[in-house]
Nanobody, 117 residues
Framework: QVQLVESGGGLVQPGGSLRLSCTAS????????MAWYRQAPGKQREFVAN???????NYADSLKGRFTISRDNAKNTAYLQMNNLKPEDTAVYYC???????????WGQGTQVTVSS
């Protein structure tokens, strides 16, 4: 069973930054897309960003310019750099991977991000 371990969440003031990390276990089969989603209280889970094995990125329109996704294939790790955070960014952030060669899809346990003064 593939495991995704997220870290980097926490409490930050408005305007601050956080960097989330997501590491996939070694048994994950390449190639695979890595992505971040988030779910705010009382809302549906929404797409944040994804990155292909080659580094091509895609973002939710509302987050372009503030969030940056990247990955280190050698470490099976994806990152989400979040700048100029706003209270509306408060959510549980989930890592997701999707295989290009099968229907396999995995989710991390989520990491809480709270933006508050």
């Amino acid at each position: 069973q593939v495991q995704l371990v997220e870290s980097g969440g926490g409490l930050v003031q408005p305007g601050g930054s956080l960097r989330l990390s997501c590491t996939a276990s070694r048994n994950i089969v390449s190639p695979y897309l890595m992505a971040w989603y988030r779910q705010a209280p009382g809302k549906q889970r929404e797409f944040v960003a994804n990155v292909t094995p080659g580094g091509t990125t895609n973002y939710a329109d509302s987050l372009k310019g503030r969030f940056t996704i990247s990955r280190d294939n050698a470490k099976n790790t994806a990152y989400l750099q979040m700048n100029n955070l706003k209270p509306e960014d408060t959510a549980v952030y989930y890592c997701n991977t999707k295989s290009y060669t099968s229907v396999s899809e995995y989710w991390g346990q989520g990491t809480q991000v709270t933006v508050s003064s």
